[in-house]
């Protein structure tokens, strides 16, 4: 796959990245209210760093580092995802370090009405394949709250190990982790749900 080049192409950018179910494009600055909506929500925050929700002031603020992501690391990134039947805002996905470590890690942070239908799994076993095969990465990570449990699922169905504990942004973590090499020999349709969505991505 060639990651597409250049930022955007109008207000809208193209999208980069299409898995059976959705859409992935980078963030302009016109989706500002969808950070708002998703750092808001209680629900989403719950196990996201102290499980305080964000005021809009903050979104606002934060949205910025978002945007500037891809430009600083190459291949790396936060992508907005939609729905492709709809084109409703779903959440996003990340690639991209975790903190201060060296490590790369995949994110998704999903709207409750999204929830229980797969889309983090479709969204992340699409990230883990363009990291291996398109980035060139040899270990991908995902860290939780250790009572984040739907999450640790996804992280298990795409293929990663449990690792135990970690730290990482200032907290002790669940780390999950997959090589490449072990994601060769992974066959994602033993997991149920993962297997049938192959990842479509644009040139
Ligand atoms: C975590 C999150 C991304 C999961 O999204 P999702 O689209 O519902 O995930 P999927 O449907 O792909 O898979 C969820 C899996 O977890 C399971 N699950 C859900 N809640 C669970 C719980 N409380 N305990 C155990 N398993 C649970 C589901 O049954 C499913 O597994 P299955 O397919 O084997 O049945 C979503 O809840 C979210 O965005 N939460 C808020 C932000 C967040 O916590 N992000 C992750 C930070 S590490």
Not at 96 to 118: H, N, S, V
Not at 149 to 161: C, D, E, H, N
């Amino acid at each position: 796959m060639k990651r597409r080049q250049g930022r955007t192409r109008g207000p809208t950018p193209e999208p980069w990245l299409q898995t059976l179910r959705l859409d992935l494009r980078e963030f302009v600055p016109g989706d500002v209210e969808d950070i708002v909506r998703l750092d808001g929500d209680p629900r989403v925050m719950k196990y996201i760093g102290t499980g305080r929700t964000h005021t809009r002031e903050e979104s606002i603020a934060s949205f910025p580092r978002a945007l500037r992501y891809p430009s600083l690391y190459a291949n790396l990134g936060v992508w907005r995802a939609s729905r492709r039947d709809s084109g409703a805002f779903v959440g996003w996905f990340s690639l991209k370090y975790a903190g201060a470590a060296c490590d790369i890690e995949i994110g998704y942070r999903l709207l409750p009405d999204a929830w229980g239908q797969g889309f983090a799994t479709e969204g992340a076993a699409a990230l883990r394949d363009y990291g291996f095969d398109d980035v060139g990465l040899e270990r991908i990570i995902g860290i939780t709250h250790p009572g984040n449990r739907a999450s640790q699922r996804v992280l298990a169905k795409i293929g990663m190990a449990d690792e135990g504990w970690g730290h990482y942004y200032g907290h002790r973590v669940r780390l999950f982790a997959i090589e490449s090499g072990v994601r060769d020999d992974f066959r994602p349709g033993r997991v149920e749900g993962a297997g049938d969505r192959v990842a479509k991505r644009r040139s």
